[in-house]
């Protein structure tokens, strides 16, 4: 059960993520990211390299330099993705 819940409040996170960021609650939408995305599950809606596309910009609106890199850009599944690859080969 642990695990499904995981699941469930993660994918809740994307959702709500998704929401604020439609009704321009960056801030929020950032942290609902973030938190989802080291456990990103809900394809359904997005793919995974589209969320790190969100998250990217989500915390580009709201984070300082360092903390983006930390929180977004220093994760290493965010890492791997195209993504974010494209964007540091092309000096962002």
Known sequence: EKGGDLDRRNRLNVYQ??????????IRACDLFVDALSTFTATELLSYNDFVSLTMIAGA?????????????????????TTYNRLDHHGA
Do not use: E, M, Y
Not at 71 to 77: A, L, N, P, R, S
């Open 17 to 26: 993520g998704l929401h604020s960021l439609s009704i321009r609650q960056f």
């Open 61 to 81: 609106l709201t984070l300082k330099r360092p903390d983006l890199k930390k929180k977004v850009c220093g994760d290493t599944t965010c890492a791997n993705s």
